[in-house]
C-alpha cells in the first residue's frame, strides 16, 4: 500500500479530492504487468520456437528452416525481438496510456469538486485546453497553487503520452524532427525509456517512473488544498 503522505490525511471535505487509491491501484497495475511480462518472456525462452524444415534438396541436405511462436514466424520477423523487446513495449505502452487516463480524470474530478465545493465563480470547463494543462491552470488560478516545479516535467509525461496515442510512441516527426521532450526523457531515464530506431521503447520500470513523475506533482496540488478551510455551512 502506498503512503501517499498528505492527501491521506486531508479533512472530510476534501475526501473526494483524495487519488491516494487511484495511485495504489496503479501501482498495482504497474507491478502485475511487468510480473506478467516476465512471465511471458521466461516461457518464450524456456520453450522456444517450434522449428521446421522444408526441404530444398534432399540429396544436398538443403534445408529451409523457419521457427514459429504465437502466430508469428522467423521469416517475417525476428522473433527474440518480438516477444523479449517489442511485444513488453507494446503492453507497457498501454498501461501507461490507462494509468495517464486515470489520473487526468481524477485530477478533473478534483477541480470540479472544488469548485462546486467552494462556489468557485470560474468553473474547470471555462478554461481553455484540456487535460493535465487546463487542471494545472484551475489549480494556480482558482485553488491557488503556486506554480509546481514539477510541472515541466508533467508536460514531457503528456508530450509522451500523445506519442503513445497518437504516434506509435515515436519520437520523431513526419519531417524527420525530433520532439525534444521525448529526447530528454529518454535521456534522463536511460535505463527504462529506450530508443528503437524512432521510437520510445518501454523497459521495466518505466510505467513506475512515469508514475512517480505525476505523483510528485500531485502532492503540489495537495499542498494548495489543505490551505483552504474547510467552508463554514451555517453562514
Do not use: W
Request: with cysteine.
Amino acid at each position: 500500500m502506498i503512503n501517499f503522505e498528505g492527501l491521506q490525511n486531508l479533512p472530510l471535505q476534501f475526501s473526494h479530492y483524495d487519488v491516494s487509491l487511484t495511485f495504489e491501484i496503479i501501482a498495482s497495475l504497474n507491478a502485475q504487468t511487468d510480473a506478467s511480462i516476465a512471465a511471458n518472456i521466461s516461457q518464450y525462452r524456456t520453450e522456444g520456437p517450434e522449428i521446421e524444415k522444408h526441404e530444398i534438396d534432399a540429396e544436398d541436405n538443403l534445408y529451409h528452416v523457419v521457427e514459429y511462436y504465437m502466430g508469428l514466424d522467423s521469416g517475417s520477423v525476428d522473433l527474440d525481438e518480438m516477444f523479449t523487446s517489442y511485444y513488453p513495449s507494446i503492453i507497457r505502452r498501454s498501461v501507461f496510456l490507462t494509468l495517464y487516463g486515470m489520473l487526468e480524470h481524477d485530477f478533473e474530478k478534483l477541480c470540479n469538486g472544488f469548485a462546486r465545493i467552494h462556489n468557485a465563480p470560474v468553473k474547470l470547463s471555462d478554461l481553455k485546453g484540456s487535460g493535465f494543462e487546463r487542471c494545472d491552470l484551475y489549480a494556480r488560478k482558482i485553488i491557488g497553487m503556486k506554480t509546481s516545479k514539477h510541472y515541466p516535467s508533467v508536460r514531457k509525461v503528456t508530450k509522451l503520452r500523445n506519442a503513445c496515442a497518437h504516434n506509435d510512441a515515436r519520437f520523431v516527426l513526419n519531417d524527420d524532427k525530433t520532439i525534444p521532450e521525448l529526447v530528454e526523457l529518454m535521456r534522463t531515464y536511460s535505463t527504462v525509456l529506450v530508443q528503437d530506431n524512432k521510437q520510445v521503447n518501454f523497459k521495466a520500470g518505466s510505467l513506475q517512473a512515469m508514475t512517480h513523475i505525476l505523483k510528485i506533482y500531485f502532492n503540489d496540488v495537495e499542498e494548495a488544498l489543505k490551505a483552504h478551510k474547510a467552508p463554514n455551512p451555517f453562514i
